[in-house]
């Protein structure tokens, strides 16, 4: 039991770091980030595909971008010069100055819990507060060509069955062409043509470029990576937040690229040269700071001559939308590299997956996100309810054969390396293990902390309601008693202090499964868990609410099942109560 006890002191310390980061995450942005840096650059010096690089990495022969004056969204949408987007999951327009697509509002998916709230907005035009977008074009003679370019476009509209394609010619006869193709989803075909129409041989690149802020981005954390990403040489490269990509300048990963851009919790957008599987001829691939919380993701192909009268063709795409695990798959079961990497998994994505799977079944069964959490803790705890009852037969067999260990720790009390000799004989003999009763807390570990990272990364849980004051999962519990539980309508930069309804159960049915635990002879251990419930409540009051409720419904169960095993086991139940009259008698 001290082993049991020790490991499950292990796991509640670790989630004090987790609750730290997530209040820092819900309440203290600006903090979150400087906190979480040196486990950041910790984690970039262990993970493949990181190359150390000067601080123009990436540029290539893009150069610098000029600054731009500040401009507000309604007036930089407003003016012409610019090309309706409109699918079933996205809509938006292509700015014909300099053919960028900065202007991408994801259909699906609301900015708040309000009904009457807009779209997300993922895309925003150069100058606007939340700057975000993709650019197409063509280094000439070595030289970028300017932005502000002016291109025609053959329709007004760009559809899954409209694609439309912008052209411009230089003074030389020479013809740039870009045509884009969209898809039901989030992916736009981009196909850059050169055509040479002139006398002399034409030497260009085509490139491709997404430019951002990060003062609207989510916050990196080890459990979700936010900030640039990508797969080179098929391994996930994303060691990087955006505060260590200023330090460092900018970097280009080590290896061919298969796709790189930018992620944030739940929306991504990349770039991706070709068929997605790194055998495109790539002169420059990477990203690069700006300076003033700018970003860039660059992908430069290599120089290509075309002579007279001939042409050269390339198609990169561009995803922009939502992490939907679903979608993301698809894209990658059709060619793009590791392209579900997009979405953090980690270590534990063979447990992670199915849980997702199984959430998404109950949530259609039972219509509610909510009812669908509750239901997979009922299933969790069931598949582990034969490992629980094999737990506890082994300690039982630890009880009965305590007073033969307490004999023989006597007999060979001066003769320690004996002693340890006869109790494991005495282990053998009685068919015991020592170990089997920590097995379940080993199995929920990597159970407990995938589920943590499904409620943290799966999308499909973002806005989705519970009932009564719970109407988002995926976010802390909005009633708490620094609100009057939700009689007050403001938020306020709390933390832990913004204990609700949900964490207080969660320290209550914690507290209730401690006593139901057989009793540790170690006064400090005694103490330890007397405090930790409610020490747990205030570290996770600012966790996701979902989460809080499979914790809470897991506790009940555990309750339950205790019980249950106890009235299969009562020396178990009896060893207890013993040792809370000794404890009594003591204090």
Same mark, same amino acid.
């Given at each position: 039991?001290?082993?049991?006890?020790?490991?499950? =002191? #292990?796991?509640?310390? =670790?989630?004090?770091?987790?609750?730290?980061?997530?209040?820092?995450?819900? %309440?203290?942005?600006?903090?979150?980030?400087?906190?979480?840096?040196?486990?950041?650059?910790?984690?970039?010096?262990?993970?493949?595909?990181?190359?150390?690089?000067?601080?123009?990495?990436?540029?290539?022969?893009?150069?610098?971008?000029?600054?731009?004056?500040?401009?507000?969204?309604?007036? @930089?949408? =407003? +003016?012409?010069?610019?090309?309706?987007?409109?699918?079933?999951?996205?809509? +938006?327009?292509?700015?014909? #100055?300099?053919?960028?697509?900065?202007?991408?509002?994801?259909?699906?998916?609301?900015?708040?819990?309000?009904?009457?709230?807009?779209?997300?907005?993922?895309?925003?035009?150069?100058?606007?507060? /939340?700057?975000?977008?993709?650019?197409?074009? %063509? #280094?000439?003679?070595?030289?970028?060509?300017?932005?502000?370019?002016?291109?025609?476009?053959?329709?007004?509209?760009?559809?899954?069955?409209?694609?439309?394609?912008?052209?411009?010619?230089?003074?030389?006869? #020479?013809?740039?062409?870009?045509?884009?193709?969209?898809?039901?989803?989030?992916?736009?075909?981009?196909?850059?043509?050169?055509?040479?129409? /002139? @006398? +002399?041989?034409?030497?260009?690149?085509? &490139?491709?470029?997404?430019?951002?802020?990060?003062?609207?981005?989510?916050?990196?954390?080890?459990?979700?990576?936010?900030?640039?990403?990508?797969?080179?040489?098929?391994?996930?490269?994303?060691?990087?937040?955006?505060?260590?990509?200023?330090? $460092?300048? +900018?970097?280009?990963?080590?290896?061919?690229?298969?796709?790189?851009?930018?992620?944030? !919790?739940?929306?991504?957008?990349?770039?991706?040269?070709?068929?997605?599987?790194?055998?495109?001829?790539?002169?420059?691939?990477?990203?690069?700071?700006?300076?003033?919380?700018?970003?860039?993701?660059?992908?430069?192909?290599?120089?290509?001559?075309?002579?007279?009268?001939?042409?050269?063709?390339?198609?990169?795409?561009?995803?922009?939308?939502?992490?939907?695990?679903?979608?993301?798959?698809?894209?990658?079961?059709?060619?793009?590299?590791?392209?579900?990497?997009?979405?953090?998994?980690?270590?534990?994505?063979?447990?992670?997956?199915?849980?997702?799977?199984?959430?998404?079944?109950?949530?259609?069964?039972?219509?509610?996100? /909510?009812?669908?959490?509750?239901?997979?803790?009922?299933?969790?705890?069931?598949?582990? &309810?034969?490992?629980?009852?094999?737990?506890?037969?082994?300690? =039982?067999?630890?009880?009965?054969?305590?007073?033969?260990?307490?004999?023989?720790?006597?007999? &060979?009390?001066?003769?320690?390396?004996?002693? !340890?000799?006869?109790?494991?004989?005495?282990?053998?003999?009685?068919?015991?293990?020592?170990?089997?009763?920590?097995?379940?807390?080993?199995?929920?570990? *990597?159970? &407990? %902390?995938?589920?943590?990272?499904? $409620?943290?990364?799966?999308?499909?849980?973002?806005?989705?309601? %519970?009932?009564?004051?719970?109407?988002?999962?995926?976010?802390?519990?909005?009633?708490?008693?620094?609100?009057?539980?939700?009689?007050?309508?403001?938020?306020?930069?709390?933390?832990?202090?913004?204990?609700?309804?949900?964490?207080?159960?969660?320290?209550?049915?914690?507290?209730?499964?401690?006593?139901?635990? *057989?009793?540790?002879?170690?006064?400090?251990?005694?103490?330890?868990?007397?405090?930790?419930?409610?020490?747990?409540?205030?570290?996770?009051?600012?966790? @996701?609410?979902?989460?809080?409720?499979?914790?809470?419904?897991?506790?009940?169960?555990?309750?339950?099942?205790?019980?249950?095993?106890?009235?299969?086991?009562?020396?178990?139940?009896?060893?207890?109560?013993?040792?809370?009259?000794?404890?009594?008698?003591?204090?």
């Amino acid at each position: 039991m001290d082993n049991r006890n020790l490991l499950l =002191a #292990v796991v509640l310390s =670790a989630l004090l770091i987790l609750g730290w980061e997530a209040g820092l995450q819900y %309440f203290y942005p600006e903090a979150a980030m400087t906190a979480q840096a040196p486990a950041a650059s910790k984690q970039a010096a262990t993970k493949p595909g990181a190359a150390a690089a000067p601080a123009a990495a990436g540029a290539g022969n893009l150069g610098n971008d000029a600054a731009t004056r500040k401009v507000d969204l309604k007036t @930089a949408l =407003a +003016g012409g010069n610019r090309v309706a987007i409109d699918t079933p999951r996205i809509s +938006g327009s292509i700015n014909l #100055v300099g053919a960028r697509i900065d202007d991408i509002e994801l259909k699906d998916y609301r900015e708040t819990v309000k009904k009457d709230s807009g779209p997300v907005r993922l895309f925003a035009p150069e100058g606007t507060t /939340g700057q975000y977008f993709a650019e197409f074009g %063509f #280094v000439s003679g070595g030289q970028r060509q300017p932005s502000n370019l002016v291109w025609q476009a053959d329709a007004i509209k760009l559809t899954p069955t409209t694609p439309v394609t912008l052209t411009r010619t230089d003074a030389n006869g #020479v013809t740039y062409a870009i045509r884009f193709a969209v898809d039901a989803n989030y992916m736009i075909t981009a196909t850059q043509t050169v055509t040479n129409g /002139g @006398a +002399g041989a034409a030497v260009v690149q085509p &490139f491709a470029l997404i430019k951002r802020t990060s003062t609207n981005a989510t916050i990196d954390q080890y459990v979700s990576h936010s900030g640039p990403v990508g797969v080179f040489g098929d391994m996930l490269w994303d060691p990087h937040s955006y505060d260590e990509l200023a330090e $460092l300048g +900018g970097e280009s990963p080590a290896g061919s690229p298969d796709w790189l851009g930018f992620t944030d !919790q739940y929306w991504l957008s990349a770039l991706v040269p070709g068929d997605g599987k790194g055998n495109v001829k790539v002169d420059d691939a990477g990203f690069r700071s700006l300076g003033g919380k700018l970003f860039r993701t660059d992908l430069l192909y290599g120089a290509v001559t075309v002579p007279a009268g001939g042409s050269v063709t390339q198609d990169t795409r561009l995803y922009a939308g939502a992490k939907d695990s679903q979608i993301l798959d698809t894209y990658e079961d059709g060619g793009i590299s590791n392209f579900g990497l997009a979405i953090s998994w980690g270590w534990f994505w063979f447990f992670e997956k199915p849980i997702l799977w199984l959430l998404r079944t109950l949530n259609g069964l039972a219509g509610n996100f /909510g009812v669908a959490i509750i239901l997979l803790t009922v299933v969790i705890r069931g598949l582990m &309810f034969p490992i629980a009852q094999k737990g506890f037969a082994s300690m =039982a067999a630890m009880k009965a054969v305590q007073p033969k260990m307490k004999e023989i720790q006597e007999r &060979f009390k001066d003769d320690k390396q004996r002693q !340890q000799q006869e109790i494991m004989n005495l282990y053998k003999e009685e068919k015991v293990n020592p170990l089997s009763g920590c097995l379940p807390m080993v199995i929920q570990i *990597p159970v &407990f %902390f995938a589920l943590y990272k499904v $409620l943290v990364l799966a999308i499909e849980m973002r806005h989705e309601p %519970f009932m009564l004051w719970i109407k988002d999962l995926s976010a802390p519990d909005p009633a708490h008693i620094l609100n009057l539980f939700g009689l007050l309508d403001f938020t306020v930069p709390a933390g832990f202090l913004a204990i609700g309804p949900l964490a207080v159960l969660l320290g209550i049915t914690m507290w209730l499964t401690f006593r139901l635990n *057989p009793s540790a002879m170690d006064p400090v251990q005694q103490q330890m868990f007397a405090i930790m419930p409610w020490i747990l409540m205030f570290v996770m009051a600012p966790f @996701a609410a979902g989460l809080l409720l499979y914790w809470v419904t897991s506790n009940l169960l555990t309750v339950a099942q205790q019980s249950y095993l106890y009235s299969k086991h009562p020396q178990l139940k009896a060893a207890n109560a013993a040792a809370e009259k000794q404890k009594a008698a003591k204090g």
